[in-house]
């Protein structure tokens, strides 16, 4: 199966970077590994620092309070992490890419996270970002659910908040 990162794929990368843990270039390859993108060159710590503040444009997106200023967001995320669309023949049949060809770590994960945020938000709905609706949890995710109605990162994290109301409303 041939992935599209541009598409909710990206969307939940975007998610990921801003959740992950990012102290080293191993931290950013195992990001990569995780999400079958292929880095062009192995990471350096230049990666990871560009990658971290790349992390702060994403929670931007994430936490803007409305619709507008998510977009207003978003928009300056693509205007710094991508580039014209291009043709490429790298790595097996010809694709897009929304950058040049052979750009460091950080580049390849600011144009996949903008633009596949940028298709994932506008064909899915701008609602279907967010984070965890679990008062101790902050986790930042990617609604890729059918119904688009998902309000926890995961359903641990949703079993733990349903488990309160019921011991509210039925104390022991």
Known sequence: MHF???????AQLAAAVVNARLDSP???????????LLLECPPDESDVTGL???RTALAGVVDAPTSGERIEALNRLLARGTAHPRISLHNGPPHVHFRPDDVPPERQFAAITAFGLAWFLTQRG???LGRCAAPDCTVAFADVTRNGQQRYCSPRCANRQAVRRHRTRHPS
Do not use: I, T
């Open 126 to 128: 701008l609602h279907r």
């Open 4 to 10: 599209n990162h541009y598409s909710d794929e990206g």
């Open 26 to 36: 191993a931290d950013v390859a195992r990001l990569a590994a995780d999400h079958d």
């Open 52 to 54: 971290r503040r790349w």
